[in-house]
């Protein structure tokens, strides 16, 4: 009964740190990074007393119950860690300017005409960048086109694709 009790406490830490947040703020920033996050101790805490609940329930007697709650509190804790790490860490997509469209083929939406701007579509990590287009040839829509340098926030300068011969 007492593992059972030590896993509703360690849940119901786990459950503040998600909605709250840390609940140890800074109080252990000594300690190794998030290791010691309170939705890290919460998971190590909740799993600990569940494993050692659902050992004791099994039949095993404390002694052996207390060792199996520990392996699946680190297991968990472990786990709690690695997410933190992938969630803290996952940001990392930035918005897509117009330096990401560098060599990056395209297709021409509106005429390029010889001394103006056209409009292109280019895909970018899974998104289609629409932006005005100059080229030193006039292209018309549909027109294949590689994207060799970058005009301004909203614009670029294009040149055909070479189609293979034959």
């Not at 998104?127 to 614009?155: E, F």
Request: aromatic share 6%.
């Amino acid at each position: 009964m007492t593992l059972l009790v030590i896993g509703l406490f360690g849940l119901a830490v786990l459950g503040i740190s998600l909605v709250a947040g840390d609940l140890f703020d800074g109080a252990l920033d000594a300690l190794a990074g998030d290791v010691f996050s309170s939705a890290v101790l919460g998971a190590f805490v909740a799993a600990t007393g569940f494993g050692g609940a659902a050992a004791q329930a099994a039949g095993a007697p404390l002694v052996v119950a207390l060792p199996v709650g520990l392996v699946a509190g680190v297991a968990f804790g472990w786990f709690a860690v690695w997410l933190t790490r992938l969630i803290r860490d996952g940001g990392s997509d930035a918005t897509l300017t117009t330096d990401d469209t560098i060599g990056r083929d395209g297709r021409v939406v509106t005429g390029i005409p010889a001394d103006g701007f056209g409009v292109v579509t280019i895909l970018v990590g899974g998104h289609t960048m629409r932006l005005n287009a100059r080229a030193d040839q006039p292209l018309d829509p549909g027109t294949a086109v590689h994207v060799t340098s970058v005009l301004s926030p909203t614009a670029v300068t294009v040149a055909p694709v070479w189609q293979p011969l034959g």
